[in-house]
């Protein structure tokens, strides 16, 4: 990945995303993007917002959407994202202005999605990497996407990785292994929040 962005850089787009959210809640208005930052965050990049609720210190989700291409400049795609993830999330109600207190933010900056090409459906495990790829799978009008975290923190192999992008997108688990399904795989610069509204840290994948 050629794209890099500092830790100030990762710091300053999951306060925005933070900002943006508590602004929408208390008035229903979406902030204007920031003009004086960096070239980097005025690059069109694929962009995801993660809202997760701390309860008793475990994380559990609480919104999560985002563009997988770059349609946006980055500030404004993580305005954008953000208060998508905390108002329009379908599995989940909208969020609460009281539940920012409970919450922590994590912010995926997103390379362009590359289409995995192979000569057998089988190939494609060897063609992923956990800890470091993202999937997107693609047939017909369904498609799903995957953050590379994803299979990380529920301990997925290759395989269990495939099967749970398709359900994502609405297709039986071995989709994958049909002619015509399309998987595209994209790498993530993450940086979370460590506790609700408190430092911000970049994450580093590691397959267990």
Same mark, same amino acid.
């Given at each position: 990945?050629?794209?890099? &962005? =500092?830790?100030?850089?990762?710091?300053?787009?999951?306060?925005?995303?933070?900002?943006?959210?508590?602004?929408?809640?208390?008035?229903?208005?979406?902030? =204007? #993007?920031?003009?004086?930052?960096? @070239?980097?965050?005025?690059?069109?990049?694929?962009?995801? !917002?993660?809202?997760? =609720?701390?309860?008793?210190?475990?994380?559990?989700?609480?919104?999560?959407?985002?563009?997988? %291409?770059?349609?946006?400049?980055?500030?404004?795609?993580?305005?954008?994202?953000?208060?998508? @993830?905390?108002?329009?999330?379908?599995?989940?109600?909208?969020? $609460?202005?009281?539940?920012?207190?409970?919450?922590?933010?994590?912010?995926?900056?997103?390379?362009?999605?590359?289409?995995?090409?192979?000569? @057998?459906?089988?190939?494609?495990?060897?063609?992923?990497?956990?800890?470091?790829?993202?999937?997107?799978?693609?047939?017909?009008?369904?498609?799903?996407?995957?953050? #590379?975290? !994803?299979?990380?923190?529920?301990?997925?192999?290759?395989?269990?990785? &495939?099967?749970?992008?398709?359900?994502?997108?609405?297709?039986?688990?071995?989709?994958? &292994?049909? $002619?015509?399904?399309?998987? %595209?795989?994209?790498?993530?610069?993450?940086?979370?929040?460590? =506790?609700?509204?408190? #430092?911000?840290?970049?994450?580093?994948?590691?397959?267990?």
């Amino acid at each position: 990945m050629k794209f890099n &962005l =500092s830790d100030e850089e990762g710091a300053f787009l999951v306060k925005l995303a933070r900002r943006a959210v508590l602004e929408n809640l208390k008035d229903g208005k979406i902030i =204007s #993007p920031p003009k004086e930052v960096s @070239s980097n965050l005025l690059e069109k990049r694929g962009v995801f !917002v993660t809202i997760n =609720s701390v309860i008793n210190g475990e994380k559990a989700l609480r919104g999560c959407i985002g563009f997988p %291409y770059p349609i946006y400049p980055l500030v404004r795609g993580v305005i954008e994202a953000a208060v998508e @993830s905390a108002t329009r999330d379908p599995r989940f109600p909208p969020m $609460k202005i009281h539940e920012l207190d409970h919450v922590i933010f994590e912010v995926s900056v997103l390379t362009e999605p590359e289409l995995i090409e192979v000569n @057998s459906p089988m190939e494609y495990p060897s063609r992923i990497k956990i800890g470091e790829d993202g999937l997107i799978v693609e047939r017909g009008f369904y498609r799903g996407l995957l953050l #590379p975290q !994803v299979p990380v923190e529920w301990g997925w192999d290759e395989e269990e990785f &495939l099967c749970q992008c398709c359900l994502k997108a609405g297709l039986p688990p071995d989709g994958w &292994l049909l $002619k015509g399904t399309k998987i %595209y795989k994209f790498q993530a610069i993450i940086f979370e929040e460590t =506790s609700p509204n408190g #430092p911000v840290t970049r994450k580093t994948l590691k397959k267990e």
